[in-house]
């Protein structure tokens, strides 16, 4: 109660000091005309502190004599101190007279309310007064409201992500990939994607995204008050599943493992599974199935994961692999498989045929082999064979249980979409 009574007094005491330091001056002056009057030595320095240090505005008077020294904040005049005497209700302000002469408003834990200039003040006749100023840096804060949240996008579609910062001096905000990778971008008036390591800029505008745009990107906003800060954003670029079988037709000995592999894109993560026989899609392997002894039969088989089969799916983003191992490989395994990959977005299948390789006895040189693949071919799609002939003992034997993959047919990539 008495600092609250001292410092109305006080600011009362100050909003009428004109009129009484004018009387009161012009009496000394009558009666001590040999006084020096007070003055200022130098000015007050202006200064910068980062939020939540202490800040110090000096104040130095020569010839103070009976008159008093005190500190206003200079926006609305308020009276912070008067000599070493604190009259506001702020404990984080004090007021040290050092040397005799200089009065130091000091502010600890600087907030960015105190930011602003303040005035020191000497009651004379006309008062004299200088003004120092304090700013108060603020380490960057990003508003996450006014920012971007994990955002999915259909494939083509534009996004922005954008993140807001705040902080003094005003933050930059800076876009890199969580992965380290490269952010592409699309500069303007240029269809191609470009890559960069970062982008600069609060928004960054994705026009016509294609996936492997897709990824968490991380805003990171700085100034020169630390620490920078970061924010992640999430950006999942959807699109129907698409399928590429890299080997169409796979030729193996019986008896030994193969294995058949599809990779697939798709986002969101697609349900894949495999599937033998049945429909043969409309511009799949139809001609060189012709003859096959499966091609008649009415409905796939889905395969699970057992004794026979040996199902593994590896995915990494919005790529994956999927593989199909068949064990002991027999008459009755050669036919038509498909690897079918299905999301929300749409199912896409890529199909491939296994057949039998009759491995002649005396072939050694890879261009014999590939001879014989090729009538391994032809035999295999008469679905006859004499699965011990000597060569494919031996060659059983070389490989044991490992798959024989041999590939024949070109690469060409299958898309069926539905
Ligand atoms: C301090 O800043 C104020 C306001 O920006 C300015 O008017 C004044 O001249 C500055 N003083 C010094 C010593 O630079
Ligand atoms: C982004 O800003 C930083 C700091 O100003 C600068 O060093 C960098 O070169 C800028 N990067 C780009 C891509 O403009
Ligand atoms: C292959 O040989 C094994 C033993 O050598 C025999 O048991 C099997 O019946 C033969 N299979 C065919 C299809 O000739």
Not at 83 to 91: F, I, K, L, P, S
């Amino acid at each position: 109660m008495d600092v609250l009574a001292a410092s109305l007094f006080m600011s009362l005491l100050l909003s009428v000091k004109c009129v009484y330091t004018s009387s009161q001056a012009n009496q000394d002056t009558n009666l001590q005309t040999t006084e020096p009057e007070p003055e200022f030595i130098g000015t007050i320095n202006n200064v910068t502190y980062p939020s939540g240090r202490e800040a110090i505005l000096a104040c130095s008077v020569r010839n103070l004599g009976k008159y008093k020294v005190g500190w206003l904040r200079a926006s609305d005049q308020t009276v912070l101190a008067l000599q070493g005497r604190v009259v506001t209700h702020n404990a984080r302000i004090s007021v040290v007279l050092e040397d005799m002469h200089t009065w130091k408003l000091r502010i600890r834990q600087l907030r960015e309310s105190d930011r602003g200039c303040y005035m020191c003040q000497i009651n004379t006749s006309p008062m004299k007064k200088q003004v120092g100023c304090i700013d108060v840096q603020v380490p960057p804060d990003i508003i996450n409201e006014e920012s971007s949240a994990d955002l999915a996008v259909q494939e083509s579609e534009d996004a922005t992500l954008t993140c807001r910062a705040t902080g003094n001096p005003t933050p930059r905000v800076t876009w890199r990939r969580e992965d380290g990778d490269m952010i592409y971008i699309r500069k303007p008036g240029n269809r191609e994607l470009t890559k960069v390591e970062s982008y600069n800029g609060t928004s960054l505008h994705l026009t016509r995204l294609e996936r492997k745009q897709m990824g968490a990107y991380l805003c990171i906003a700085s100034n020169d008050v630390p620490p920078a800060v970061s924010k992640r954003v999430s950006l999942s670029v959807h699109f129907a599943p698409m399928v590429r079988a890299p080997s169409q037709l796979l030729g193996a000995p019986l008896g030994s493992d193969v294995q058949l592999e599809c990779q697939v894109e798709a986002s969101p993560a697609p349900v894949s599974y495999w599937l033998k026989g049945g429909r043969i899609p409309p511009n799949g392997f139809a001609s060189v199935s012709s003859g096959s002894s499966e091609s008649g039969q009415p409905r796939p088989e889905m395969l699970l994961d057992g004794p026979k089969y040996g199902i593994i799916e590896e995915r990494n983003g919005y790529r994956g692999v999927m593989r199909l191992v068949v064990r002991s490989f027999s008459s009755s395994d050669v036919g038509t498989y498909h690897c079918v990959s299905t999301n929300s977005l749409g199912r896409a299948e890529g199909t491939l045929r296994l057949y039998e390789i009759k491995l002649h006895p005396g072939s050694s040189t890879s261009h014999d082999d590939q001879m014989n693949l090729i009538g391994g071919l032809a035999e295999a799609a008469h679905g006859r064979g004499n699965p011990n002939s000597s060569t494919t003992q031996k060659y059983s034997n070389r490989f044991h249980s490992v798959a024989l993959l041999l590939i024949v047919a070109a690469t060409s990539c299958q898309l069926y979409f539905r």
